[in-house]
């Protein structure tokens, strides 16, 4: 189907964004603040610096680093200290691709340093022939850029790449870098402008196995 694969980690490999959810709430709570979950889907997939940003934007006297911090520590606490669970059919994926000697890299907002733990504790990281990291880009996602970097380390085409991801905010950047883009969603739905992308939007990490073998 396509001459590599690459992959979003939190919500498509790693059942991590439940995690980040409660975090985020419970970091509400603890500043007073309402939770929206409008302004909080709009939030997923993205760095913490475009985070950062979007909510000094919408939250009213939004109280910028200790809420950052504090949010960060809670779900470092719970998703980088320790294992969380893979995403059904994610092994028998990677399995399948390094059998037939497909070239594969992550392309995530998280930090390298965290995103090599996180993997690392999945038991996941030989899988991968490089990582492109959210400190590792100008530009966050929505912005192809992590996605042409992760190509460009791959040395393949991305036009010859398919992208895997969960979040709106990753579709876009992938289907931006023009990708082959098949959405996994995880927490949130897709929203209709995501919909109307030239994109395949499915259940299940076994069905991208499936689609990719046929």
């Known amino acids: 189907m396509r001459d590599a694969v690459i992959f979003d980690m939190d919500g498509l490999l790693l059942d991590t964004e439940r995690i ?18 409008a302004l909080y889907n709009t939030l ?19 109280p910028g680093t200790p809420f950052m911090d504090m949010w960060q520590q809670i779900y470092h606490d719970e998703a980088v200290l320790k294992p969380v669970p893979l995403k059904e059919g994610v092994v028998d994926f990677l399995t399948f691709l390094e059998a037939e000697n497909i070239p594969r890299a992550v392309a995530t907002s998280t930090g390298y340093k965290k995103a090599v733990r996180k993997l690392s504790n999945a038991g996941i990281l030989d899988f ?10 100008a530009n966050s996602k929505p912005h192809p850029e992590i996605y042409l ?10 036009e010859n790449c398919l992208a895997l991801e969960d979040s709106d905010n990753g579709v ?21 402008s995501v ?3 030239d994109h395949r939007i499915i259940p299940s990490m076994k069905v991208a196995h499936a689609l990719f073998k046929a």
């Open 195 to 197: 919909r109307m992308l």
């Open 20 to 37: 980040s959810l409660a975090a985020f709430k419970q970091t509400c709570d603890a500043f007073d603040l309402p939770f929206d979950p």
């Open 128 to 137: 991968f022939h490089h990582l492109s990291t959210g400190d590792q880009v």
């Open 44 to 62: 997923v997939g993205c760095n913490m610096v475009h985070i950062e940003g979007l909510l000094n934007q919408n939250v009213e006297a939004f």
């Open 172 to 192: 876009r950047a992938a289907h931006g870098a023009n990708m082959l883009v098949f959405q996994i969603p995880d927490l949130v739905d897709p929203s209709p």
């Open 149 to 158: 970097q992760a190509a460009a380390k791959l040395n393949i085409r991305p």
